[in-house]
């Protein structure tokens, strides 16, 4: 029975394909470890190089922000070094949301800070001392941090889709709501959403690819693949590779 069962999984994860000319790279949650994304991107091109189909892309599934010691330079990275011949798409994370809404509300900071914010705000020179009250200190943190993130880099963190199709698989930051059509998805499920998701057995008409939720290795269901092996943590950064109906990791 169990073999049956591991054998139908398989078959249920073949149905899902990419288009013959396509493979596509999928990077999950970098938290600050601009080291470990480094490293990845070289074993990218190199795989990249020798793939025989004409397109290549890569998609990063957000949380590049937070935890680890250089939320900074991973930013300037994803902008700054793109992979050689291979197209990208930058999705939100959660983390980011938080960087962007702490901008606007300093309210929010005390959560953000505990998820990690600290690290972002002393990779861009935000001190983490200060006098006065906590809320006076949050203020100003908030304001040191709108002067020193570059336009640039908000541009580019406020402009992140949520979501991107392709071929048989939905990539998204967190998951989705089950049982709501996906052109229907709220965007803050798409960053959010965890045990509802995690624990659902529907099928959600794509293959949804995922980070957010970190274990030490990927996770392979049928109707899902999670690739957080929580960088900031364990020190390993995990890349899925697709192509036509094949899936393998870097």
């Not at 990077?27 to 990249?48: K, M, S």
């Not at 200190?137 to 336009?151: C, D, F, G, T, V």
Request: neutral net charge; hydrophobic residues 40%; aromatic residues 8%.
């Amino acid at each position: 029975m169990f073999r049956f069962f591991a054998a139908s999984r398989r078959r249920e994860r073949r149905a899902a394909a990419l288009p013959r000319d396509l493979r596509v790279y999928a990077i999950g949650d970098v938290h600050g470890r601009a080291d470990l994304l480094a490293a990845l991107h070289a074993r990218i091109e190199a795989d990249a190089s020798r793939a025989p189909q004409p397109r290549k892309h890569v998609i990063y599934l957000g949380d590049y922000i937070d935890r680890g010691p250089s939320s900074r330079e991973v930013v300037e990275m994803l902008l700054s070094r793109p992979l050689a011949g291979v197209t990208a798409t930058h999705l939100l994370g959660n983390h980011e949301a938080m960087l962007l809404q702490f901008l606007d509300d300093a309210a929010c900071g005390p959560e953000w800070l505990a998820f990690g914010g600290l690290e972002t705000l002393l990779s861009y020179g935000v001190a983490s001392a200060g006098t006065g009250r906590y809320e006076e200190r949050l203020l100003a943190a908030q304001q040191s941090l709108r002067q020193r993130l570059p336009e640039v880099h908000r541009r580019f963190l406020a402009g992140l889709p949520r979501s991107i199709v392709v071929g048989d698989y939905m990539f998204v930051h967190a998951g989705v709501r089950p049982g709501v059509p996906l052109e229907r998805q709220n965007d803050a499920d798409l960053i959010w959403m965890r045990r509802e998701f995690l624990e659902s057995t529907a099928f959600h008409g794509k293959v949804i690819v995922h980070g957010h939720s970190f274990g030490t290795e990927p996770e392979i269901l049928p109707n899902r693949i999670g690739i957080d092996t929580g960088a900031y943590a364990t020190g390993r950064l995990t890349c899925l590779v697709l192509e036509r109906e094949e899936i393998r990791f870097l």
